[in-house]
């Protein structure tokens, strides 16, 4: 150690000194005489004898420090002077295309701690200055070539970057041994940059040539522009900004056309906007699978493009209940679509396609199956065969959970159908027990179906003993099942004889209760009805309404005003006539978006409580903002959930003792088993 010592001090302090004195001498000389490359041969060759000088006459300790010094005199101190060299510089070694001479500047200067950024900043420099001229001179020759030849400099442009990319590249690799940092200096972004300009082109770039449904020109753009790194990338996102733009376009027409259109002709405009985003969505997917061949990147800008207008409302309605809406239409007998099977097939096919943007999943199962059961009911549903077809699409989509209570609406209808064949047999075989008139009764499962109100409503004497008989057969058939009668659902045909002639009268059964009154009674006053039949206000309010205010008035009013009051009084309207034997009395519409979204957002509520205390029971402990960010990426499958109902849930499930906060940290939940 001490010998190391006098080594150090006494020998090798002042044999370094002296070595940087004399290549300091040498580098004067050589910067003003020799070429860049010259200089570099020198530069090497001195250290190469540098390290046969230690390794035959010194210790190997000193290696390290020496050769740092000759870099030091030799290179860093002449670093600026030598790259910027006029005629032999590393501008006019790229230049020229001096590719060994490049390899050795690499070699020289990597071992200098940054020695490398100057030579990889003169790099980016050079290949920029080429491809901006480049580019001049591709605008300069397109402003004057003939017009019956557009996009020819474009596609020799777009040639020319690809080979200046490739060919830098080469000396990225060859030269500069695949250092990042001269990976990251061939401009990829630069060639983008070059590319977003022709891409932008007013009448030749790539948004006029989708508003013009240029295919073939756009299929000749995806084949020039996927050879440039990251080409596509501002192809995809001109496409998805045009599909945003049309797709908006088409909602803001509709929600314009619904203000203004007619009030007999309510959601018209909302199925009119369906189908054209159904055919807008045909077409630019065609765009993706003829034009860019079906890459993902165009994939994804369909994707999020349709997902931002298709989650738009339209006069107070969300995009969940129109598509609910719009299939109805397709499904039911006399809608306005009028397809073929095989038209209807295709159809529902594209619906569900659209039905995957839709963030609000949940509003949408809700809305279809209260149109469903209406269907269903009302005997509405034109093809059973398409109802399953579309619940099996959904299910392959969502999951078997989604669809588990429309596909039991249908079987329940199956069922029903066969426990009525059951009851007529019944009635055939008991003579005695028969009704006197022709009863079906729609025995449905109550978790299936949409809640529907139930009231203890006092039935006729005639509706009475239907009742009766079909509880005595139920019994017979079941003796663990307790049946709730729905009389809101419930449909009556009955006769009305009026002065001129008899007309069949097709009302609902609180209409026929109504009706049936006055059988006994001439005239009856609003509350007398009341009384008798146990209404609520609002209901007899509709009843009364469409019996005597409507286009239908069977029955008169007193006085004669077009609104129902408390003190008015009803008599039969025998004068009424109708050209038709047969006429269907409706009620006034109800409006049940309220309702089904008070259902929904209990629904969420259950949703969220379940995701919380499941992922809780699998972590233990876990922080707010990660709880909240796993809550939301369970949930979005189904619906997008508020961050704020969220936390909402979290302090419920705290005063519930699901949860608790931890004493120390309140952003750190506990789970309480």
Known sequence: MGQMVRYEDDFEADMLEDTGAYYSRKASSWIEDDSCPDYMLKS???????????????????????????????????????????????????????????????????KIPRGLDPVANIFKQHITAEGTALVEQAEDAASNQASNAPGVQEQDLISKIIKLHNKYIVYVTRCFQNHTLFHKKVPHELLV?????????EHSGCRALLRDDKLEDLSSKYWLYCKIPQ??????????????????????????????QASNAPGVQEQVLI?????????????????????????????????????????????????????DNILKKGGSEKLSDEAIEETLEKVVKLFAYISDKDLFAEFYRKKLARRLLFDRSANDDHERSILTKLKEQCGGQFTSKME?????????????????????????????IDLTVTVLTTGFWPSY???????????????????????????????????????????????????ELIVSTYQAAVLLLFNASDRLSY????AQLNLTHDDLVRLLHSLACAKYKILSKEPNTKTISQSDYFEFNSKFTDKLR??????????????????????????????????????????????????VEQLSRMFKPDIKAIKKRMEDLITRDYLERDKDNPNLFRYLA
């Not at 203890?456 to 058939?477: H, I, Q, S």
């Not at 509350?527 to 009341?530: P, R």
């Not at 409006?591 to 919380?612: L, T």
Request: net charge neutral; with cysteine; glycine share 4%.
């Open 193 to 201: 940059m070059y590319a977003n300009r022709l891409l932008e082109k």
């Open 408 to 436: 039991g609406m249908v079987t329940d209808l199956t069922l029903a159908r066969e426990n009525q064949a059951s009851f007529e047999d019944y009635l055939r075989n008991n003579p005695a027990a028969h009704p006197g």
């Open 582 to 631: 047969r006429i269907k009395i409706p009620l006034p519409p109800v409006d049940e978006r309220k309702k089904v979204v008070e259902d929904v957002d209990k629904d969420r509520r259950y949703a969220i409580d379940a995701a919380i205390v499941r992922i809780m029971k699998s972590r233990k402990v876990l922080g707010h903002q990660q709880l909240v960010s796993e809550c």
């Open 527 to 530: 509350s007398e009805i009341m």
């Open 231 to 260: 080409g596509l990338d501002p192809v995809a996102n001109i496409f998805k900004q045009h599909i945003t733009a049309e797709g908006t376009a088409l909602v803001e027409q509709a929600e314009d056309a619904a203000s203004n």
């Open 275 to 327: 189908r054209k985003i159904i055919e807008l969505h045909d077409k630019y997917m065609e765009y993706v699978t003829r034009c860019f061949q079906n890459h993902t990147l165009f994939h994804k800008a369909l994707k999020e493009a349709f997902e931002v207008f298709c989650n738009k409302t339209v006069s107070g309605s969300s995009s969940a209940e129109l598509l609910a809406t719009f299939c």
């Open 44 to 110: 090497e060759e001195c250290l190469k004898k540098e390290r046969d000088r230690v390794s035959h006459y010194l210790h190997s300790s000193s290696e390290t420090k020496l050769l740092e010094k000759v870099q030091h005199e030799l290179l860093v101190m002449y670093a600026n002077r030598l790259l910027e060299k006029e005629h032999s510089g590393c501008r006019a070694l790229l230049r020229d295309d001096k590719l060994e001479d490049l390899s050795r500047m690499y070699r020289l200067y990597c």
């Open 453 to 503: 109100k139930s009231f203890d409503l006092n039935l006729p004497a005639e509706m009475v003993k239907c009742v009766e008989v079909f509880k005595g057969f139920y019994e017979t058939e079941t003796k663990h099942r307790k049946l709730t009668w729905i009389y809101s659902l419930g449909t009556c045909h009955i006769n009305g004889k009026f002065e001129e002639k008899t007309i």
